[in-house]
C-alpha cells in the first residue's frame, strides 16, 4: 500500500482589503502613540525663540526701537557715561547694543572708549557693526552674538565699564539677568544700565538688587529716571531710569 501522503492545511487567506485595514490601523497606531510621547517632553526655550522675541520689538526696519530718532535713552546714558569717564582710556561693553545705538552716540562723545558690542541678534550685529564714527573708525572694536541669558564667559572680569540701554524691557531681560552680568566687568568696574520703568517696578528688581547689594556683589545703585522718547513723540511719557553702581571686589581681588 501507498503511504499516504498528508497535507497541512493552509490557513484561509486574509483578504487584500483585509490586510490594508490592518496596515492603516497599525500605521494610526504607532503615529498616535508618538504624537503623544512628543506631546509629553517639556518644551525648553531656545536661543532662537529668544532672538524672534527681540526681533519683534526690534524689528529690523527705520521703526525699530533702538534706532528710533525720538529715543533719547541711548543719548543720556552717554551723556553721563561721558561724565564719568573724563576722557579715560578704557574698555566697554555694550550688553544688548543691538544695533549700534548707544555705541553710536558713545563714538561721538567719548571717541576714546574701545567698545565691544554684544546681542543675540546677527541681524542686529551686522548692522551695529556698520555704524561709524565722525572720524570714520568704527563705533565697535568688535560684535559678538551670545546669549545674554546665560553667563558670558569669555568675557569674565574683562572690561572696564558695561553698558546698556533697552535690553531691559517688558519681554526681555530681567533683574537676576542683570546681576549675572556684572562678572563681566573688572574688580570695581561700573555698570550704567537704562531700564524701562514699568519694567523695573513690576518685575521685581528692587528686590533682586537689595539681594545683591546684601550679599556685596554691587554697591548700592543711584538711579536717575528719564525720559525715553523725546516731547515729538507719542511715546512720549514712557519713562526709564538709568542705573549706576559698581562691582564690589572679592577677596581675590584685594
Not at 148 to 166: E, Q
Not at 221 to 228: A, L, N, S
Not at 243 to 252: C, G, H, I, M, Y
Request: charged share 25%.
Amino acid at each position: 500500500m501507498k503511504d499516504e501522503i498528508k497535507s497541512t492545511p493552509k490557513s484561509p487567506k486574509t483578504p487584500k482589503a483585509s490586510k490594508e485595514k490592518a496596515s492603516t490601523a497599525t500605521t494610526r497606531s504607532k503615529s498616535v502613540a508618538k504624537s503623544a510621547t512628543t506631546r509629553a517632553k517639556p518644551v525648553k526655550k531656545s536661543t532662537k525663540s529668544r532672538e524672534l522675541n527681540y526681533a519683534e520689538w526690534a524689528p529690523p526696519t527705520d521703526e525699530r526701537f533702538d534706532v528710533d530718532p525720538e529715543n533719547v535713552l541711548a543719548q543720556r546714558i552717554a551723556e553721563i557715561v561721558t561724565q564719568e569717564t573724563a576722557g579715560q582710556l578704557l574698555e566697554v561693553v555694550d550688553i544688548g547694543c543691538g544695533s549700534g545705538a548707544l555705541g553710536r552716540a558713545l563714538g561721538e562723545s567719548s571717541p576714546q572708549l574701545q567698545i565691544d558690542g554684544i546681542d543675540i541678534s546677527k541681524s542686529l550685529l551686522a548692522l551695529a557693526e556698520k555704524a561709524l564714527r565722525n572720524n570714520g573708525a568704527p563705533c565697535y572694536r568688535e560684535v559678538l552674538d551670545a546669549d545674554l541669558t546665560k553667563p558670558i564667559y569669555f568675557a569674565a572680569n574683562h572690561y572696564d565699564m558695561l553698558v546698556s540701554s533697552g535690553l531691559f524691557a517688558p519681554g526681555l531681560l530681567g533683574a537676576s539677568d542683570l546681576v549675572a552680568m556684572v562678572q563681566s566687568v573688572k574688580a570695581r568696574g561700573r555698570l550704567i544700565v537704562g531700564i524701562d520703568k514699568s519694567h523695573f517696578d513690576n518685575a521685581a528688581f528692587k528686590i533682586v538688587i537689595q539681594e545683591a547689594i546684601w550679599d556685596k556683589t554691587i554697591t548700592e545703585p543711584t538711579y536717575t529716571e528719564v525720559e525715553t522718547f523725546d516731547a515729538s513723540s507719542d511715546r512720549f511719557g514712557t519713562k526709564a531710569l538709568i542705573a549706576q553702581f559698581s562691582k564690589v571686589p572679592t577677596l581675590n581681588d584685594l
